[in-house]
């Protein structure tokens, strides 16, 4: 069962998500995948910082809101 709360879920999840916006995650989505497998939660929260601070690709020829107007 996939719980969003669990950051075995959370993560590989937040990762698939990021990349799908523009955002330049390369093998950290990979790397969640293994850590999420391996229940490494401490893997998995180094993982969610890193995700965290990655920023929008240039490559990225609009931005979607992030608020709703």
């Known amino acids: ?3 969003v709360l ?3 879920d959370l993560v590989p999840d937040e990762a698939e998500q ?3 916006s523009g ?4 093998a950290l989505e990979s790397e ?3 850590a ?3 229940a490494d939660l401490g893997r998995l929260s180094q993982l969610r910082e890193r ?7 240039a490559a990225r020829p609009y ?3 992030e608020a709703d107007a």
Do not use: I, K, T
């Open 18 to 20: 990021l990349a799908h």
């Open 51 to 57: 995700l965290a601070q990655s920023e929008r690709g």
């Open 1 to 3: 069962m996939h719980d």
């Open 63 to 65: 931005d979607e809101p």
């Open 23 to 26: 955002y330049p995650v390369g």
């Open 6 to 8: 669990d950051p075995r």
């Open 36 to 38: 999420a497998a391996a």
């Open 32 to 34: 969640a995948r293994a």
